[in-house]
């Protein structure tokens, strides 16, 4: 079957740097997606990663290794408004996205 | 500024009853989707639509239905609503993934429903 692992919850400190993994085993591999998911909101977009290597967005990064079927997403920097939750999701050979539980960020001051 | 808007932030509703959440895009998106989202679990695909008049069943389409009579609208709708039908339903829509475009996914609000 298809799925996706990712730490239920994290704690990290106000202007630390934390690393949110995610690991996958899909049919098929057509890309993998990061949201960021405040409470009681929708899930915003975050990046988006098909080729191996890290992309850099600002405080936030994210890191793919296909061959592991591996990613994390890095926030540097933590804000307090950073507190949300993570949503990993990878996009099969159907294209058709498989999501992740998210993590729970709790940053503290 | 993009736009994906849901009728109704929360309801609540009681058992036998039939539901209707909407949800218009004003992005001309190809494809729209209807997710319902539990604590503790992924996002779960009830339905999905490619096309106008089209639609195709996600991973858990039991007790649900959908409508899609024009590009920007798409419907879900609970016939006869039940309890375990209470949860946070989420609609996004995107264009096609095409190597242009990623599709990446842009959400409503959410409706939250509740049956009792």
């Known amino acids: 079957g298809q799925n996706i692992d990712q730490p239920t919850e994290m704690t990290a400190t106000e202007g630390a740097i934390v690393q949110i993994n995610c690991t996958y085993q899909?049919?098929?591999?057509?890309?993998l997606f990061w949201y960021q998911q405040h409470a009681g909101e929708a899930p915003t977009f975050l990046s988006y990663n098909v080729l191996d290597g890290l992309e850099e967005k600002g405080r936030f990064s994210s890191f793919l290794s296909r061959s592991k079927g591996y990613s994390y997403l890095l926030l540097k920097e933590l804000q307090m408004k950073d507190s949300a939750s993570y949503l990993c999701?990878?996009?099969?050979?159907?294209?058709?996205?498989?999501w992740g539980a998210g993590t729970k960020l709790i940053i503290k001051p | 500024d993009v736009k994906v808007t849901q009728s109704s932030r929360y309801l609540v509703k009681r058992t036998g009853e039939k539901v209707f959440l909407e949800c218009v895009q004003d992005?001309?998106?190809?494809?729209m989707f209807w997710y319902r989202q539990d604590p503790g679990l992924g996002l779960r695909l009830i339905y999905f639509s490619y096309d106008v008049k089209m639609k195709e069943k996600g991973d858990i389409p039991e007790g649900y239905s959908v409508s899609r009579e024009k590009k920007e609208r798409f419907s879900l709708i609970l016939e006869s609503a039940s309890t375990n039908q209470t949860s946070m339903y989420l609609c996004a829509s995107t264009f096609p993934s095409d190597g242009v475009n990623t599709g990446e996914l842009f959400f409503g609000e959410g409706s939250r429903l509740t049956v009792l």
């Open positions: 992005m001309d998106h190809e494809n």
């Open positions: 999701a990878v996009m099969d050979s159907n294209y058709q996205l498989i």
């Open positions: 899909t049919s098929g591999f057509n890309g």
